[in-house]
């Protein structure tokens, strides 16, 4: 067990680590070696950059950014496929509630990514999407007092052998 503990820390420390070299990487581009070093421009006062805008000659333009639209429907749809491949082979009860709430999370991502792409400046599918984790959260607390339930009366959760109600 512990093995598995430190193997889980090892990897979790190799992806912080690969995770920030590349933020570490995109400083100020280098200068050839030789040439004089560029003088630095002082933004104007109260001018703090975010994270969405960069100057560019002395304008304010916005970051143009790689992830678009197909990238979010992607990642939704490889967290549906996952959660209902859950669903389909695993047969523990607990299991496939976290199949469902995968297939939740994946529809959650779509309102908010079509949110954001399609209808600019429309709060609508964020909205949606915490009415949709209010609802996940009282189907997961449902769920989890039947199958403690059903534990309780047969010792398993295993939904083959929880076929039958008792009355």
Same mark, same amino acid.
Not at 42 to 59: D, M, T
């Given at each position: 067990m512990k093995t598995n503990n430190l193997v889980f820390a090892l990897s979790i420390a190799l992806l912080i680590i690969l995770g920030t070299a590349p933020?570490?990487?995109?400083?100020?581009? +280098?200068?050839?070696?030789? +040439?004089?070093?560029?003088?630095?421009q002082?933004?104007?006062?109260?001018?703090?950059? +975010?994270?969405?805008?960069?100057?560019?000659?002395?304008?304010r333009e916005a970051i143009? +950014?790689?992830i678009g639209l197909n990238h979010y429907l992607a990642v939704s749809a490889l967290v549906f496929g996952l959660g209902i491949a859950v669903i389909v082979v695993r047969r523990n009860a607990i299991a496939i509630l976290m199949g469902i709430e995968l297939i939740l999370n994946a529809a959650g991502l779509n309102f908010v990514a079509f949110s954001k792409y399609v209808a600019k400046d429309v709060i609508d599918g964020q909205i949606l999407t915490i009415f949709l984790i209010v609802i996940a959260a009282g189907e997961a607390a449902v769920?989890?007092?039947?199958?403690?339930?059903?534990?309780?009366?047969?010792?398993?959760?295993?939904?083959? #052998?929880?076929? #039958?109600l008792k009355g």
């Open positions: 933020i570490a990487a995109q400083g100020a581009p +280098s200068a050839p070696a030789g +040439s004089p070093a560029p003088a630095a002082a933004a104007p006062p109260g001018a703090g950059r +975010s994270a969405q805008e960069y100057l560019v000659a002395g304008k143009p +950014s790689p769920a989890l007092a039947i199958i403690l339930n059903i534990y309780n009366n047969l010792n398993t959760v295993t939904v083959d #052998e929880a076929d #039958e």
